[in-house]
């Protein structure tokens, strides 16, 4: 093993140390979350706020192991929620920092409780700010408002993209003016919008611009307006000066606070997915290798986005001399990780090393098939491994049913 570019992201964080060397002892499949590569990310975020005085936010929905919140913490203004459970991690893990909320609707009987949690409330549509506006408005919440800016700017990933015909998310101009009254604009504090996915800031300057003209006549009102998230940032080849450029001139052109709320950018390259071949063979032509670890439970968005993870010393399939195609144990016959080529062949018992996987992994991973979840570990700043949680058949049967 030994592929070029394995002592860059996403696995700079083993030093140039082979996988087996360092993870060789831990039970599979286990996630590894790499202390140091968060605090390269968060240094990254934390110039960027510097430099421009915006505020920066961890969405949690990408990344929640709360136990690396205190190395994440002093680059970061606080946390975005999805909903109330978000919210109250983000309150209770990172103390003392600000908690955004976003949901697509609220439910009438958790809002108080919410209200506990989070500082500033973003609704979806002018009737839940109708609904729910005053009470956030009277305990003293920042309240604000999502809108679509109708400006996609990616291709092939439409269950990502917000600003497709007939969205949910987001208030686009038209809604505004059918819901919109003189009371309901005096309940905003600030717009939100959140439009993008992996992209890069020539995307968001695209989208800014749509912005202004949708709801440039708005801006000047409000006291903040949120970029959400699906900014790149921490990515190597990221346009960080345009971006600059684009949160310098909103805060000009609308004497706006301007917060970027991303997940991926946050937890980017910090994590590894550790797993082991327990059976190889072949049927015709195609070489396959059964892993411990599944695609449809262990790394869902695989499946779901989808992507092809990268693997540690393989090449891409027609590479390296040696192609397999590696899937999970599960019964789901597209539970495939996908085709990789090795310089030797795979053998029962080699560990294999997924990088990139503390974003939408732990967080979304799941029990089907009965498969266990991998236990968590952290590869510490000092270089130490530390085991946060491991998980048996009570966390399989707990979900289902009375015990
Ligand atoms: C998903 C989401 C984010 C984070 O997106 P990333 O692609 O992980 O950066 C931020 N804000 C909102 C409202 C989201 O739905």
Known sequence: MGASGDNRPPFLGLGGKNPAELFGALPTPCYILDEAAL??????LSGVAQRTDCKILLAQKAFSNYDLYPALAPFLAGTEASGLYEARLGSEKMPGKEVHVFCGAYREDKFEELLRYADHIVFNSPRQLEKFGPSAKKAGKSVGLRVNPECSTQEGHEIYDPCAPGSRLGTTRAQWE???????????????????????????????????????????????LNFGGGHHITRPDYDI???????????????????????EACALNAGYLAARVLDVFRNGNTHI?????SAACHMPDVLEMPYRPPLYGAGESGELPYIFRLGGPTCLAGDVIGDYSFDTPLREGDLLLFGDMAIYTTCKNNTFNGMALPDIFVLCSDGQLQCLRTFGYEDFKCRLGSG
């Open 241 to 263: 000066a345009r971006l600059e450029n684009c949160i310098r001139s909103a805060r000009q052109k609308w004497n706006v606070e301007v917060y970027l709320e991303p997940g």
């Open 289 to 293: 290798a059964v892993l411990d670890a």
């Open 39 to 44: 605090c390269r990310n968060g240094e990254i």
């Open 178 to 224: 059918e819901g919109m009254t003189p009371r309901l604009l005096e309940l905003l504090d600030g717009l939100h919008f959140h439009t993008l996915c992996e992209q890069d800031s020539d995307a968001l300057e695209t989208t800014l611009n749509a912005v202004s003209q949708r709801f440039g006549d708005i801006l000047p009102h409000m006291k903040w």
